[in-house]
């Protein structure tokens, strides 16, 4: 595809960059510039606004806006965005584009929030855009999709500035509509063999390159030929795996994770931290697979929708645990949740481990502490 657009032979584009590392680095480079001229014309767009007097609706309604901008109008940016996570998280030597990501945006996020008064936690902020915007690069349900963004970005705000328990009307509905939608296109997870399990299991633990039928084959104890029959093509083995993965992030998995963790609210949240920043939650970095390819080919929009709108056991569990009851733990509060975890999953690649411990504790204590971040007037 590239010697097709640069108009150049396979041979001449491989010998201009050496290699697939260099020309991923190159892409990377191209995109960064592109993202930081695009970042810096949002912020002198918003500069000139009064944020700090705008009410809380205005400013969710802003961060919303802003998102769908990005995974939208900015998609190939927004796709670089997460493959470069994607080569970070895969291969440490190629964490430096990430860094540079991550650094771009938390310029943004620091200026919007001190210079302009966006947002009272900049920290908070920027893991929650990180997480909720890779989760809306998927698109199962666009009119729903956006509605969805709306309510959960919503949310963020009025539990920061006011500590009730927001909305989760157009959760619910997209979560049930969802549901059905996977049911009715893939059936019962008791269908699944030892086949489709191991393909599953090294999409999670091993990502996308390791997807092979010879992989397969060798975690389930099989022969090359029986899994290459078995899927058929490699396209609907990724489409199983894809199905395994989350079949096994929505059920009876979850219960280990959340019965392990401390009953002291304080000490879950260092265990959660911890084990995300030292990289020992398997089910982030299996979500992180989905979201991505979900996010190149949205053909399976049955698949598209469970994962947009994902039920977070571990989440709500979690949610409740922090807040000491359930009464405010709302299906949009958890989302909220969720995407902070997620995107301190992916920051956890691109910043020095104390800086994304601190980072982590500063994002995490409004969950905490909800009275204690009065925002801006609403």
Not at 150 to 160: G, M, N, Q, S
Not at 341 to 354: K, M, Q, Y
């Amino acid at each position: 595809m590239i010697a097709r657009e640069a108009d150049a032979s396979v041979s001449a584009i491989d010998y201009h960059f050496g290699s697939l590392e260099q020309l991923f680095v190159h892409a990377q480079h191209a995109a960064l510039i592109e993202a930081s001229a695009w970042m810096e014309g949002i912020f002198q767009e918003l500069r000139v606004l009064p944020l700090d007097r705008f009410p809380m609706a205005a400013r969710a309604s802003l961060l919303a806006s802003l998102i769908e901008q990005w995974v939208c109008d900015q998609r190939p940016l927004a796709l670089a965005w997460r493959e470069a996570h994607a080569a970070a998280a895969a291969n440490p030597a190629l964490r430096e584009p990430h860094r540079q990501w991550t650094m771009l945006w938390r310029n943004l996020w620091t200026r919007l929030c001190r210079e302009a008064g966006f947002f009272p936690n900049a920290d908070l902020l920027a893991l929650f855009f990180d997480g909720e915007a890779s989760q809306h690069l998927i698109r199962g349900h666009p009119l729903l999709d956006r509605a969805l963004l709306d309510e959960t970005v919503a949310a963020l705000f009025h539990f920061v500035e006011k500590g009730g328990a927001p909305s989760s009307v157009i959760r619910v509905q997209y979560q049930d509509l969802a549901e059905r939608e996977y049911r009715e296109a893939f059936g019962a997870r008791e269908e699944f063999t030892s086949i489709d399990a191991a393909a599953a299991a090294i999409l999670a633990e091993e990502g996308l390159g390791s997807l092979t039928f010879r992989s397969v084959a060798g975690r389930a104890d099989s022969t090359l030929g029986a899994v290459a029959y078995h899927f058929g093509s490699k396209s609907k083995m990724l489409r199983l795996a894809l199905q395994g993965v989350y079949e096994g992030t929505s059920t009876a998995p979850t219960l280990v994770l959340i019965n392990a963790l401390p009953s002291d609210p304080e000490a879950a949240m260092e265990t959660i931290i911890g084990g995300v920043i030292g990289g020992r939650e398997p089910l982030l970095r299996a979500l992180d697979e989905v979201i991505l390819n979900l996010s190149r080919d949205e053909e399976d929009r049955a698949l598209c929708g469970v994962i947009r709108g994902f039920r977070d056991p571990v989440g709500g569990a979690l949610l409740a645990k922090f807040l000491g009851g359930t009464e405010l733990a709302s299906p949009s509060l958890v989302a909220v949740l969720s995407s902070v975890v997620r995107g301190l999953g992916h920051w956890r690649d691109g910043v020095a481990e104390g800086a994304a411990w601190d980072m982590a504790r500063t994002a995490l204590r409004i969950f905490r502490q909800p009275s204690h971040m009065a925002g801006p007037a609403a």
